[in-house]
T-cell receptor, first 117, second 112 residues
Framework: GAGVSQSPRYKVAKRGQDVALRCDPI?????LFWYQQALGQGPEFLTYFQNEAQLDKSGLPSDRFFAERPEGSVSTLKIQRTQQEDSAVYLC???????????????FGAGSRLTVL | SQQGEEDPQALSIQEGENATMNCSYK?????LQWYRQNSGRGLVHLILIRSNEREKHSGRLRVTLDTSKKSSSLLITASRAADTASYFC????????????FGTGTKLQVIP
């Protein structure tokens, strides 16, 4: 597609509910990143995929957070048993670059704003 | 945790003035990038400078990098109201897959 597409744009969940956030990266982009952005803060790294392989998940805040990219294109970030502190904007970004083959210039989606009540 | 810290946190200037934002980071990097974020939107890549470069220009943007001080600056010349946004530096760490981590951001307001 022309850009990175994320859905839903807005999600309101009751505490304890599970949510799934989808990212559709630019076609052919190898690298995919997920970030969490709290209000007024910079994006915090969550996890990185190279094709279908999750090479780094060091930023996932707890085992309630799970991400996958089974066919190396669309990715889903799942949050189980949501808590109020999970409220944030979740940003997905993709890049053409392979690891070590050049700079990771990221193209971002518009984000999914999650509000946990 | 954030790799970079921007300074100032907020900046308000008149249209036509220059805006300078600074970024300091902690570890050795492969490259440093600057991104802009308009309210409620995703981030947009502005410019990239590699660790072996000292200065780079793109239109009204000028970026400098001092690896000995682990710092970078972004200068926007002749600012416009449309430049109002948050600006983030992002560093790609040396080695590995070049994990990109972001700073805390500078919120720029350009008053018409």
């Amino acid at each position: 597609g022309a850009g990175v597409s994320q859905s839903p744009r807005y999600k309101v969940a009751k505490r304890g509910q599970d949510v799934a956030l989808r990212c559709d990266p630019i076609s052919g982009h190898v690298s995919l990143f997920w970030y969490q952005q709290a209000l007024g803060q910079g994006p915090e790294f969550l996890t990185y995929f190279q094709n279908e392989a999750q090479l780094d998940k060091s930023g996932l805040p707890s085992d309630r957070f799970f991400a996958e990219r089974p066919e190396g294109s669309v990715s889903t970030l799942k949050i189980q048993r949501t808590q109020q502190e999970d409220s944030a904007v979740y940003l997905c970004a993709s890049s053409l670059a392979l690891a070590g083959a050049g700079a990771n210039v990221l193209t971002f989606g518009a984000g999914s704003r999650l509000t946990v009540l | 945790s954030q790799q970079g810290e921007e300074d100032p946190q907020a900046l308000s200037i008149q249209e036509g003035e220059n805006a300078t934002m600074n970024c300091s980071y902690k570890t050795s990097i492969n490259n440093l990038q600057w991104y802009r974020q308009n309210s409620g939107r995703g981030l947009v890549h502005l410019i990239l400078i590699r660790s072996n470069e000292r200065e780079k220009h793109s239109g009204r943007l000028r970026v400098t990098l001092d690896t000995s001080k682990k710092s970078s600056s972004l200068l926007i010349t002749a600012s416009r109201a449309a430049d109002t946004a948050s600006y983030f530096c992002a560093t790609a760490l040396s080695g590995g897959y070049q994990k990109v981590t972001f700073g805390t951001g500078t919120k720029l307001q350009v008053i018409p």
